[in-house]
């Protein structure tokens, strides 16, 4: 395999193991920390709309409080809100029959993801697309736990981060790959002139061409080289001369034979 072709495929099986394992690494990383910040969000929100909504509990106002499950329903974000009285009783919902049905069946401990003393997440999964995240926080008054709240959140812009995080790795991925095949290449052939100059050399000693000598000039290596290959030819090309100097009349410089005198 040339030299040419050897190095790049060589340099850019590392870069990709090295990349692909960096992008792995990065990628988990990325999506812990987004995922971290979904969940700092939704306990934020949760533990507000639990005091907003405490009163009502209280009082027992179930007109505001399903007022507050509607308005907050209107954000695409919050795909379902839940209020339960200090007995479990649901006091307020989103509407929608089939996705109370879904959260009734998924609301379990299986379906936990994370808890904080008294505040869990939920994953529940959807028919397609992914997961929602049920946030489920007590709803306290005066230090008296009077009820409890749950909301969930789309992952939809969690999803999306994660697809650009892995869309820009794969780029940069390919970028990089793509400049350390080029400029391997661009390397192995600029290593690649001087040994052709070398091989041609040699071919032209093997030929009896004591006269040739390489002209390239490098500030690299190479020159030793190129100087060491001078110096041998002018050594060959002396003792030639001087054999041809030695030889007797009726030789043949060339052939080293000797003529016939009779002809």
Same mark, same amino acid.
């Given at each position: 395999?040339?030299?040419?072709?050897?190095?790049?495929?060589?340099?850019?099986?590392?870069?990709?193991?090295?990349?692909?394992?960096?992008?792995?690494?990065?990628?988990?990383?990325?999506?812990?920390?987004?995922?971290?910040? =979904?969940?700092?969000? !939704?306990?934020? %929100?949760?533990?507000?709309? @639990?005091? +907003?909504?405490? $009163? /009502?509990?209280?009082?027992?106002?179930?007109?505001?409080?399903q007022s507050w499950v509607d308005s907050m329903s209107h954000n695409r974000e919050i795909v379902y809100m839940a209020i339960r009285g200090d007995k479990g009783q649901i006091? =307020?919902?989103?509407? !929608?029959?089939? %996705?109370?049905?879904?959260? @009734?069946? +998924?609301?379990? $401990? /299986?379906?936990?993801?994370?808890?904080?003393?008294?505040?869990?997440?939920?994953?529940?999964?959807?028919?397609?697309?992914?997961?929602?995240?049920?946030?489920?926080?007590?709803?306290?008054?005066?230090?008296?736990?009077?009820?409890?709240?749950?909301?969930? %959140?789309?992952?939809?812009?969690?999803?999306?981060?994660?697809?650009?995080?892995?869309?820009?790795?794969?780029?940069?991925?390919?970028?990089?790959?793509?400049?350390?095949?080029?400029?391997?290449?661009?390397?192995?052939?600029?290593?690649?002139?001087?040994?052709?100059?070398?091989?041609?050399?040699?071919?032209?000693?093997?030929?009896?061409?004591?006269?040739?000598?390489?002209?390239?000039?490098?500030?690299?290596?190479?020159?030793?080289?190129?100087a060491a290959y001078n110096a041998m030819a002018d050594v060959l090309e002396a003792r030639q001369l001087q054999r041809e100097q030695d030889l007797p009349l009726g030789v043949?410089?060339h052939l080293a034979t000797v003529k016939d005198p009779v002809e």
């Amino acid at each position: 395999i040339p030299l040419r072709i050897r190095w790049p495929l060589l340099m850019a099986l590392v870069v990709a193991v090295a990349m692909v394992l960096g992008m792995i690494w990065v990628y988990h990383k990325q999506n812990n920390v987004i995922t971290e910040l =979904a969940y700092d969000y !939704g306990f934020s %929100l949760s533990e507000w709309v @639990a005091v +907003q909504t405490a $009163e /009502d509990l209280l009082l027992q106002d179930k007109l505001a409080l399903q007022s507050w499950v509607d308005s907050m329903s209107h954000n695409r974000e919050i795909v379902y809100m839940a209020i339960r009285g200090d007995k479990g009783q649901i006091e =307020a919902q989103t509407r !929608g029959d089939q %996705l109370v049905a879904r959260m @009734a069946a +998924q609301l379990k $401990e /299986d379906h936990v993801v994370l808890s904080r003393g008294d505040l869990r997440v939920y994953a529940v999964q959807q028919d397609a697309g992914a997961p929602f995240y049920v946030f489920e926080t007590p709803i306290t008054y005066q230090n008296h736990t009077i009820g409890q709240l749950r909301i969930g %959140l789309t992952t939809d812009a969690l999803a999306t981060a994660n697809r650009t995080t892995l869309l820009t790795l794969l780029t940069w991925f390919a970028i990089v790959l793509l400049v350390v095949v080029a400029g391997t290449y661009w390397l192995t052939r600029r290593l690649q002139m001087p040994l052709d100059a070398v091989s041609n050399a040699l071919d032209q000693i093997k030929m009896g061409r004591l006269e040739h000598r390489i002209r390239m000039h490098r500030r690299d290596d190479f020159e030793r080289l190129f100087a060491a290959y001078n110096a041998m030819a002018d050594v060959l090309e002396a003792r030639q001369l001087q054999r041809e100097q030695d030889l007797p009349l009726g030789v043949d410089k060339h052939l080293a034979t000797v003529k016939d005198p009779v002809e």
